[in-house]
């Protein structure tokens, strides 16, 4: 079974260069090179300031960072930038490959965002979010009621 098993930056590479595969295959999307490098810089820039912060939060709480087990997760974050996000470190890398995409250029190519978040929902955060559950109860599931997702 694949819950956990692929680590998320690990999947980040692969779908990264299966976007880049598919941009090398199919025809690229009129757009300006400039806005388009300008537009996938700052994605990325702001992508990249989801998992910083969601790192930080971890470790403030002194809790596990490890996605493949959330049953070690010694307390529940919601605090900083988990008040806005259940996942900012998954929305971060969405946003990186997001930005992947913009900079190749290729709408094809962009099915790998979706692919990912969709990877992501199954066999990676609903796995963690039965631990959590199961781990921190009612607390885990009124900020479930309070916070998205992803964003």
Known sequence: ???KRVPPLLLVLFVGAAMWGIATLTSPVPLDDTLRKVAAGVLFVVGALFPVAGLVAFRRARTTVDPRTPEASSAL???GIYR???NPMYMGFALWLLAWGVYL???WGLLGVVFFVVYMNHFQIAPEERALRALFGDQFRAYEQ???RWL
């Open 77 to 79: 974050v919601c605090s």
């Open 1 to 3: 079974m694949l819950e």
């Open 84 to 86: 806005y996000s259940r």
């Open 105 to 107: 250029g290729s709408g």
């Open 146 to 148: 309070r916070v998205r």
